[in-house]
């Protein structure tokens, strides 16, 4: 069974950064995609960035410019980089790793962006 354990979530204030991360069971080389979601309090859980096995990234229109996601298939880790952090960034961000039909989620983080 696929295990994939977030960290890095935190309390930040608006305009301040925080870097999540995501340790897989296994190397992240066997998925063909991975990425990272969000899910806010009364709102439908949202794609906000992922990449491929080949280092292609999409974006969340919201975090375009702000977050950056990375991949270290050697330390089985996917990175997501958030800059310049917004009220509305609020939630709970979950990783995602898709291989085949399978989906795997992780349990999720909290990131609260308040002042």
């Known amino acids: 069974q696929v295990q994939l354990v977030e960290s890095g979530g935190g309390l930040v204030q608006p305009g301040g950064s925080l870097r999540l991360s995501c340790l897989a069971s296994e190397s992240t080389a066997n998925f063909a995609v991975m990425g990272w979601y969000r899910q806010a309090p009364g709102k439908q859980r949202e794609l906000v960035a992922s990449i491929s096995s080949t280092g292609t990234t999409n974006y969340a229109d919201s975090v375009k410019g702000r977050f950056t996601i990375s991949r270290d298939n050697a330390k089985n880790t996917v990175n997501l980089q958030m800059s310049s952090l917004k009220s509305e960034d609020t939630a709970v961000y979950y990783c995602?790793?898709?291989?085949?039909?399978?989906?795997?989620w992780g349990q999720g983080t909290q990131v609260t962006v308040s002042s």
């Open positions: 995602n790793a898709r291989r085949s039909f399978n989906f795997y």
